[in-house]
T-cell receptor
């Protein structure tokens, strides 16, 4: 089955700097890669996703890139703000057919 | 998108008792999932609960311990039976209306 590895497990950045979180997956059939943000005491919130027919997707300060050949995808947050502090999870699945498999999460701290 | 509510939001239960968690969605969805998130950990799929069929459980989870009902396309329940302290976790309901997957706010369960 699918296995998703996520790095780093913790990340501290200064406010205004960029943050990058990387994930690798094992199943070449996976074609859907979402990212979730989980704040303390809340459920995971879908923040951005990418499907295998594109290599990059942007939404304001966040972007996701996908390299299908290398089987890895990354989340990029620019101009970080204290409210970006949260745990971020990557996931992978075969779109519409299989449940999401999650990485272990990255705790991002943005220091003001 | 989908808006998901869960009841209760949190509970403290005694060892050996059972708790039923309710999940309500604001639209009809076929695919519904139940996840467990142990303290400081990632999300682990318990079962997939599609309306009109028996729930499909992941390895390590059994129906006697986590019975699930899915009476219609907007509602589901998960029961945690004969609880032990190891069942202390956040239990999350999730739906996939299309390729995107959304999560409820979670039920925080503490077993004493």
């Amino acid at each position: 089955g699918e296995n998703v590895e996520q790095h780093p497990s913790t990340l501290s950045v200064q406010e205004g700097d960029s943050a990058v979180i990387k994930c690798t997956y094992s199943d070449s059939a996976s074609n859907y890669f979402p990212w979730y943000k989980q704040e303390l005491g809340k459920g995971p919130q879908l923040i951005i996703d990418i499907r295998s027919n594109v290599g990059e997707k942007k939404d304001q300060r966040i972007a996701v890139t996908l390299n299908k050949t290398a089987k890895h995808f990354s989340l990029h947050i620019t101009e970080t703000q204290p409210e970006d502090s949260a745990v971020y999870f990557c996931a992978a699945s075969i779109e519409g057919n299989t449940p999401l498999v999650f990485g272990k999460g990255t705790r991002l701290s943005v220091i003001a | 998108s989908a808006v998901i509510s869960q009841k209760p939001s949190r509970d403290i239960c005694q060892r050996g008792t059972s708790l039923t968690i309710q999940c309500q969605v604001d639209s009809q969805v076929t695919m519904m999932f139940w996840y467990r998130q142990q303290p400081g950990q990632s999300l682990t799929l318990i079962a997939t609960a599609n309306q009109g069929s028996e729930a499909t459980y992941e390895s390590g989870f059994v129906i006697d311990k986590f019975p699930i009902s899915r009476p219609n396309l907007t509602f589901s329940t998960l029961t945690v039976s004969n609880m032990s302290p190891e069942d202390s976790s956040i239990y999350l309901c999730s739906v996939r209306p299309s390729y995107e997957q959304y999560f409820g706010p979670g039920t925080r369960l503490t077993v004493t």
